[in-house]
């Protein structure tokens, strides 16, 4: 399933994409959907910087993705490589209890607008029901699009949530 997001953020280009990549732990408290998020891995590589990012997000999983799936799905690890000279970010997402299952990758774009920033940010997200315990075969092509339809629902409104927060985190430092 496709992931597709524009979002406007009042701040230079430099700032935002330098928050993105710097201070995610420090957006928390901006971020009503997540818990924690650390740091697990950083390394540079020239100008490359590579992150990955261990996220703990929050809220309710609905009924029939609930009998399949944990609150293990709402904790992922967020691979990504900042490459500054392209103002670009290319990610991967890896949910540890479903390394198998779930295969969600993209990259965003960082665009000056007039002195404010466009983010967009492009993606796909793979949901293979087969491969998450507990999931008879015979339903596994229902429950494969739910989870799907379920997490995008969740990710597109989280990635403007936390543009959002990016831009409540500049202004805070003003």
């Not at 993105?20 to 818990?35: F, G, I, K, Q, T």
């Not at 997000?57 to 992922?76: A, H, T």
């Amino acid at each position: 399933m496709k992931i597709e997001v524009t979002a406007r953020i009042a701040f230079p280009r430099e700032q935002v994409f330098a928050a993105y990549r710097d201070h995610l732990p420090d957006l928390v408290p901006y971020l009503e959907n997540v818990r924690a998020i650390t740091v697990s891995q950083r390394t540079e590589e020239g100008e490359v910087t590579k992150l990955i990012n261990r996220w703990k997000g929050g809220g309710e999983i609905p009924g029939v993705v609930r009998k399949f799936l944990s609150e293990d799905l709402l904790e992922w690890d967020d691979h990504a490589t900042w490459k500054p000279a392209e103002w670009r970010c290319e990610w991967m997402t890896v949910v540890p209890a479903f390394k198998d299952a779930v295969d969600a990758r993209g990259h965003n774009e960082y665009r000056d607008v007039n002195g404010h920033t466009e983010l967009r940010i492009f993606g796909e997200l793979k949901v293979d029901a087969t491969k998450v315990r507990g999931v008879p075969r015979l339903l596994a092509g229902t429950v494969g699009p739910a989870v799907e339809s379920f997490l995008v629902g969740r990710i597109r409104p989280n990635f403007v949530t936390v543009a959002q927060g990016v831009e409540k985190f500049l202004a805070s430092r003003k």
